[in-house]
């Protein structure tokens, strides 16, 4: 079976604070996904990634970054954490191919203070 | 932009049906179903191809209607086990799998 680790199941952070949230997937896959998931509005993709150091936008990029320094790992950064990314925030991997099932990691659930 | 899903919400008692509708404004290449279930991850249940194919996963089936860019979930004879929240992903040319808001779904005995 696939396995989508995150980090930290809960974190509290203050605002202005640098936030790093850690996802490690076993099965080699070349995509990585960070979703934030928010009650009404689904999961909405804030980064992509389809290989090592590659990085696409998603629908909210706005006060997050990425970093992919090897396959198994993406990571996403909160630059500076404001109250309104208080969320839950997925991370997900699937195969090369964009039919291929998205496979989740449990969550971070993110308290901005 | 994200596709429709309805309802927002249903109840069902252990054994009823409901349908579960998500609906695009955009050509579609797929639709994709997730469940999650409380305090869990997403968990994959079925990918459509356009071509207006049916498919299912234990007594859970879809279609996708690819000239109406709609998938409907058809919860069957439900169970327990089916209380979640269920969400549809579309994909159409040239962006990424897209996530409607999600259908909260709860199965009472």
């Known amino acids: 079976d696939v396995k989508v680790t995150q980090s930290s199941r809960y974190l509290v952070k203050r605002t202005g604070e640098k936030v790093f949230l850690e996802c490690v997937q076993d099965?080699?896959?070349?995509?990585m996904f960070w979703y934030r998931q928010d009650p009404g509005l689904g999961l909405r993709l804030i980064y992509f990634s389809y290989d090592v150091k590659m990085k696409e936008k998603g629908d909210i990029p706005e006060g997050y970054s990425v970093s992919r320094e090897k396959k198994e790992r993406f990571s996403l950064i909160l630059e500076s954490a404001s109250t309104n990314q208080t969320s839950m925030y997925l991370c997900?991997?699937?195969?090369?191919?964009?039919?291929?099932?998205?496979?989740f990691g449990d969550g971070t659930r993110l308290s901005i203070l | 932009q994200q596709p429709v899903q309805s309802p927002q919400a249903v109840i069902l008692r252990e054994g009823e049906d409901a349908v579960i509708n998500c609906s695009s404004s955009?050509?579609?290449?797929?639709v994709h179903w997730y469940r999650q279930k409380h305090g869990e991850a997403p968990v994959f249940l079925m990918i459509l191809l356009k071509g207006g194919e049916q498919k299912g996963h234990e007594k859970i089936s879809a279609s996708f209607n690819e000239k109406k860019q709609q998938s409907s979930l058809y919860l069957t004879a439900s169970q327990l086990s089916y209380s979640g929240t269920y969400f549809c992903g579309t994909l159409a040319p040239g962006n990424k799998l897209t996530f409607g808001g999600g259908t909260r779904v709860l199965v009472k005995p």
């Open positions: 955009k050509a579609l290449y797929s």
């Open positions: 997900a991997s699937s195969a090369v191919d964009s039919n291929q099932p998205q496979h």
């Open positions: 099965m080699d896959h070349e995509n």
